[in-house]
């Protein structure tokens, strides 16, 4: 299994840009192959190994690489990636860990 974690920051109004990114992200949990999505906003922390510095996170699973290559290349997919990366989503960070 894999496990395909993506965190967002967003540039200001960060409120709205949030809003804005949550509501392309959602319709990626219907993607054929994606199982467990997960996705929210960041929670402050006093803990300073927290790093909270983000705007929005999404996590999700895939039993096999070619369930995630199918999410990489469905059209919805591709489509957040069109319309949210550099505008909404000012920068992110993509983690692929097996479990």
């Known amino acids: 299994m ?5 965190v967002f920051w ?3 109004p960060v ?9 392309k992200l959602e319709p990626l949990a219907g993607i054929p192959g994606v199982k467990n999505f997960r996705c ?15 705007t929005v996170a999404i996590s999700m699973d895939f039993e096999t ?3 995630a290559e199918v999410y990489q290349t469905h059209p919805l997919h591709v489509d957040f990636i069109k319309t949210c990366i550099g505008t909404v989503a000012k920068r992110f960070v993509v ?5």
């Open 2 to 6: 894999i496990t395909h974690v993506v």
């Open 10 to 12: 967003t540039d200001k």
């Open 15 to 23: 409120e709205e840009n949030r809003q804005k990114l949550l509501a």
């Open 40 to 54: 929210g906003p960041a929670i402050e922390s006093p803990r300073g190994a927290v790093d909270d510095s983000y």
């Open 65 to 67: 690489a070619a369930d």
């Open 95 to 99: 983690y692929d860990f097996g479990v």
